[in-house]
Every structure is written in C-alpha cells, then in structure tokens.
C-alpha cells in the first residue's frame, strides 16, 4: 500500500502572506503512462472536500490561481501565493495510482 | 453540472451491514467518462477511500475493506450504492459519494463533484 505523509500537520498564516505543504509518498507516482497521480483537496469547515489540482500541477474548475502544484515522483507540493480568509480548512494531498486512493492525514490552515 | 445525493439510516447496529445510496443528477451514471466513488470520514479524523464503480459494474475496492465492501449501480435509477457489513463503532463516520472523471485524453479526475455527505452512526 501507497502512503502518503504530509508536513506541517498545521499552518497559521498571515492574510497576504504565502503558505506551502508538502506531501510524500512512499512510491512513486509515476506511472508507467507517464502521468503522476498526484492530487490535492481542500475540505474547508463543514463542508464536502473539494479538488484544488489534479496530476500534480492541473488546477481544476474555478479554482484560483493562487493555488499551484509542482513535484515529481515522490515529493510534492502546494503552494498558496497569497493566503485568504477563505483558503482556511483542512488540505489533503491524495495518490490515485492504479485507480487505487490513498488520502494523506492533511494539514489544517488557519489564519493568524 | 453533476449533483451527488447520499441517503441510508443514520444508525446501524454493530455487526450489521450499513447501506447507502448516491442519487446522481444533472448526468448520467452511464456515462463512458466517469467513475462512481464512496469516500468516508470519522469524526474529527482525515479521508479514507473505500471503493469506486464504473457503469458497467467493475469495482475497485480498498484493500483494507475489500472483504467487507460491495458496490454496485443502478442504472435504470441512476443510483449507485455502497453496503459495508459486519461493521463495529470504527465504522462510524460521514460517508460522501464523489465521480471521477476521466477525460478524451485520459487525464483522471477525481472526486471533482461531491454529495453533501451523510452521518452514519453504529450503535447498539
């Protein structure tokens, strides 16, 4: 089984300011199609999660573009340029290799 | 735009089998370009993947549930659904129905859409 660990487990940060997670997993997720199964979510108070970024660096539907993904093969991260009242929450970082899910424990956000 | 629906008891006793149902609209379950997924989470605790369905009824399943978990589709309702059984208080949790999309060119998706969630509680 893929895991996947994440750091920091929390973040407070200054509105304006930006905030970085990173997330590791225990193989690769590269796959031999030559696509990295790499995603991240946001699941803000209350609510369902929602995507942030697909295949390591895609921003899904919406999503701003203060939010990007960058890494390869077993290091990730995302960065959020200029952190707002409304990025608060719980990020997870996500494999899907091989149609196989493992979810990270997440980092939760909050702002100073 | 997709809309995912959880329904089911909110309380199941231990050892019994939870059941739930997605409703999905604004879409068709049958559709070639998605997935159907159950995704579930403890309270106060993270994400765990349990299982996801294509239309025509092939599954992939979590390894650590996998003796406990079918999922299966109705396509005539457009409804897919989850039963865990033999399920203890470890159970307990909001359980959310997702899709995965997979596109022309094969880029993965997934949960871009997501129901609202549902609490199920096991207790004697």
């Known amino acids: ?112 | 735009q997709l809309q995912l629906q959880e329904s089911g008891p909110g309380l199941v006793k231990p050892s019994e089998t939870l059941s739930l149902t997605c409703t999905v609209s604004g879409g068709s379950i049958s559709s070639s370009s998605y997935y159907w997924g159950w995704i579930r989470q403890p309270p106060g605790k993270g994400l765990e993947w349990i299982g996801s369905i294509y239309y025509s009824g092939s599954t992939y399943y979590n390894p650590s549930l996998k003796s406990r978990v079918t999922i299966s589709v109705d396509t005539s309702k457009n409804q897919f659904s989850l039963k865990l059984s033999s399920v203890t208080a470890a159970d307990t949790a909001v359980y959310y129905c997702a899709s995965l999309r997979i596109t022309i060119f094969g880029v993965v998706i997934p949960w871009g859409y997501w129901g609202q969630g549902t609490l199920v509680t096991v207790s004697s």
């Open chain 1, 1 to 112: 089984d893929i895991v996947m660990t994440q750091t920091p487990l929390s973040l407070s940060v200054t509105p304006g300011q930006p905030a970085s997670i990173s997330c590791k997993s225990s193989q690769s997720l590269l796959h031999s199609d030559g696509k990295t199964y790499l995603y991240w979510y946001l699941q803000k108070p209350g609510q369902s999660p929602q995507l942030l970024i697909y295949e390591v660096s895609s921003r899904f539907s919406g999503v701003p573009d203060r939010f990007s993904g960058s890494g390869s093969g077993t290091d990730f991260t995302l960065k959020i340029s200029r952190v707002e009242a409304e990025d608060v929450g719980v990020y997870y970082c996500m494999q899907g290799i091989h149609l196989l899910f493992t979810f990270g424990p997440g980092t939760k956000v909050d702002i100073k």
